[in-house]
T-cell receptor, first 113, second 116 residues
Framework: GDSVTQMEGPVTLSEEAFLTINCTYTATGYPSLFWYVQYPGEGLQLLLKATKADDKGSNKGFEATYRKETTSFHLEKGSDQVSDSAVYFCALRRETSGSRLTFGEGTQLTVNP | GAGVSQSPSNKVTEKGKDVELRCDPISGHTALYWYRQRLGQGLEFLIYFQGNSAPDKSGLPSDRFSAERTGESVSTLTIQRTQQEDSAVYLC??????????????FGPGTRLTVT
């Protein structure tokens, strides 16, 4: 079945450090890929997405590129801020699976000043 | 406009009791999803409603779990004879019809269920 594997957390970085949170997936066909973010005390929000191979999703300084050859969708940001502290979830969706999202386990990120 | 709302925000119940969790989707969203998030884990799909089609119940973990949806509005997730392993945050999401160019799932704040 479909699955998503994320880099284990927690991850702690200093402000302005380069961030990478790894995500790989297993799925048949061509799923759409997503990163969701859950800020402290808030609901889950879509951060970015990519719907086909080699697409790059970007938002709020975050980027992720859909790499079919490595089945990966790693999240990157060049310079972090304390306000980026949150839990990040990688997810996939196959249109043939009724549009449900399959999530990774989440990565807790803490950015220190 | 208003987002997805869920009630109650927290629920503590005794083992063996039944509970009902409510979800109000975004107005006009035809699709509605329930997920469960256990402590330290990712979200697990439970059930999916789309318009008047039969729901996809393939994620429900046991026959103690059921869900209903009234038309394209409110949904209720019911857990009968609750067990301690049911303790989790239950998240609801809604979206426009799948297949539309920009459809995305918007999540509610969740209901934290604790079974004692």
């Amino acid at each position: 079945g479909d699955s998503v594997t994320q880099m284990e957390g927690p991850v702690t970085l200093s402000e302005e450090a380069f961030l990478t949170i790894n995500c790989t997936y297993t799925a048949t066909g061509y799923p759409s890929l997503f990163w969701y973010v859950q800020y402290p005390g808030e609901g889950l929000q879509l951060l970015l997405k990519a719907t086909k191979a080699d697409d790059k999703g970007s938002n709020k300084g975050f980027e992720a590129t859909y790499r079919k050859e490595t089945t990966s969708f790693h999240l990157e940001k060049g310079s972090d801020q304390v306000s980026d502290s949150a839990v990040y979830f990688c997810a996939l969706r196959r249109e043939t699976s009724g549009s449900r999202l399959t999530f990774g386990e989440g990565t807790q990120l803490t950015v220190n000043p | 406009g208003a987002g997805v709302s869920q009630s109650p925000s927290n629920k503590v119940t005794e083992k063996g009791k039944d509970v009902e969790l409510r979800c109000d989707p975004i107005s006009g969203h035809t699709a509605l999803y329930w997920y469960r998030q256990r402590l330290g884990q990712g979200l697990e799909f439970l059930i999916y409603f789309q318009g008047n089609s039969a729901p996809d119940k393939s994620g429900l973990p046991s026959d103690r779990f059921s869900a209903e949806r009234t038309g394209e509005s409110v949904s209720t997730l019911t857990i009968q004879r609750t067990q301690q392993e049911d303790s989790a945050v239950y998240l609801c999401a809604s979206s426009t019809a799948p297949g539309q160019a920009t459809y995305e799932q918007y999540f509610g704040p969740g209901t934290r269920l604790t079974v004692t």
